[in-house]
Nanobody, 121 residues
């Protein structure tokens, strides 16, 4: 079993930056692809960014490419999301997710509880 715990959400102004972390526990955590998926109020969940277990491959959603960056530390079993140039439309609950394969969809096996990111002036 894999458990995911997100941290780092909060309230920022447009144009500012924010970092999220996702700590994974479990014997297979370091061998899983991991992703960030968000859900804005009244909208469906949206793939944001993902990274392969080795860190060698990353997938970015169109709305965040060039502004967000994902990385991972397999010694700490932690994935990081650096969000720059934040916009009000980035406001959402951000979920960390993990699974055996990296893909753009929502079909990951493990999910965290989510952390709120609010971008507002």
């Amino acid at each position: 079993q894999v458990q995911l715990v997100e941290s780092g959400g909060g309230l920022v102004q447009p144009g500012e930056s924010l970092s999220l972390s996702c700590a994974a526990s479990g014997s297979t955590a370091s061998r899983l692809a991991m992703a960030w998926i968000r859900q804005a109020p009244g909208k469906e969940r949206e793939f944001v960014v993902g990274i392969s277990w080795s860190g060698g491959a990353t997938f970015y959603g169109d709305s965040v490419e060039g502004r967000f960056s994902i990385s991972r530390d397999n010694v700490k079993n932690t994935v990081y999301l650096q969000m720059n140039s934040l916009k009000p439309e980035d406001t959402a609950v951000y979920y960390c997710a993990a699974g055996p394969n990296l893909h753009y969809g929502l079909g990951y096996d493990y999910w965290g509880q989510g952390t709120q990111v609010t971008v507002s002036s």
